[in-house]
């Protein structure tokens, strides 16, 4: 899908090089339209906030969650 694969690289583009291709950009604003690149931008914030969270608590996978 052509969607998948420009949400993929953008993904991997801006986690690795934290810099996206103009070519990239150009295919992104055609598969996604600029609302859907700000949602998968925003997506990945929020991926990233969890993941930060969980590493910073040291967290173990698997882990259950507290007894209310």
Same mark, same amino acid.
């Given at each position: 899908?052509?969607?998948?694969?420009? %949400? *993929?690289?953008?993904?991997?583009?801006?986690?690795? !090089?934290?810099? %996206? !291709?103009?070519?990239? *950009?150009?295919?992104?604003?055609?598969?996604?339209?600029? %609302?859907? &690149?700000?949602?998968? &931008?925003?997506?990945?914030?929020? *991926?990233?906030? %969890?993941?930060?969270?969980?590493?910073? *608590?040291?967290?173990?996978?698997?882990?259950?969650?507290?007894?209310?």
């Amino acid at each position: 899908d052509k969607r998948e694969q420009v %949400v *993929y690289e953008m993904a991997t583009c801006l986690a690795d !090089s934290r810099w %996206v !291709s103009k070519g990239l *950009y150009d295919r992104a604003l055609e598969a996604l339209g600029h %609302v859907g &690149i700000t949602d998968v &931008i925003g997506l990945m914030g929020f *991926y990233a906030t %969890v993941a930060m969270t969980l590493n910073f *608590y040291d967290v173990p996978a698997g882990a259950t969650g507290l007894e209310r």
